[in-house]
């Protein structure tokens, strides 16, 4: 992005970035191969606004990148994984997350993996989950003796399972072409795509104690009592 270093971008000119960020999230999602015109046009700016911003093509999606890694850091912290109960948190980050990912599919996924900047933030985001599912591990949750990163990476897993039908992607995130699970889960039904039932079944509070259900506690039965 071309700002000036050490110096904030005016109100406007953050609201216009704003602007072409989730443009280019709406537009990339449906076209990957969409030019910096059509986003400018989706963003309601004109192509000289963007390319005063975004020196190229590949510095908007990168930018993109970290906006959407942001998202998710933030989602995350607002489960205060360190601070409130443990599975608390996880419970509410894992939702947070869901929405995040759904409504930044483009942005979270292998199209926009390549910058630095956004791994960096995945890789802050990752430590912190190893820190919380430890937390659990200290309530005699989950075993003494179990592998706390394969126990991430297998929550992944099935976050990247709910958005799109596959395990997810380098640091968990939904890939472009999913965006009928994404839209539901994000609120945002997708003609012919999703019905009443769906979206019901899509609610992220739901699919998040789905979620941590299963990582915790398998899916073999459960002892009586």
Request: glycine residues 10%; aromatic residues 2%.
């Amino acid at each position: 992005m071309n700002r000036t270093p050490g110096r904030p971008l005016r109100a406007d000119a953050e609201r216009s970035v704003r602007a072409i960020l989730a443009a280019a999230e709406r537009v990339l999602a449906e076209h990957p191969g969409a030019t910096m015109e059509q986003i400018a046009e989706a963003a309601g700016v004109t192509r000289t606004t963007v390319h005063r911003r975004f020196a190229n093509r590949q510095a908007l999606i990168d930018a993109l990148a970290v906006e959407a890694a942001a998202k998710l850091a933030e989602a995350i912290e607002d489960g205060h994984p360190e601070t409130a109960p443990p599975l608390v948190a996880l419970h509410r980050a894992t939702a947070n997350v869901l929405r995040v990912k759904a409504a930044w599919g483009f942005a979270l996924g292998p199209a926009a993996a390549g910058s630095e900047p956004a791994a960096r933030i995945h890789e802050e985001i990752a430590r912190r989950c190893v820190v919380l599912l430890g937390r659990i591990q200290e309530q005699g949750v989950i075993a003494a003796g179990a592998d706390l990163e394969w126990v991430r990476r297998v929550y992944y897993a099935l976050i990247g399972e709910v958005l799109h039908g596959e395990p997810a992607h380098a640091c968990g995130p939904a890939t472009a072409g999913t965006a009928a699970a994404g839209n539901a889960v994000a609120g945002k039904a997708t003609a012919g795509t999703a019905t009443a039932g769906t979206a019901t079944n899509l609610d992220p509070d739901a699919l998040a104690a789905r979620i941590v259900d299963t990582v915790l506690h398998g899916v073999g039965p459960r002892p009586a009592g």
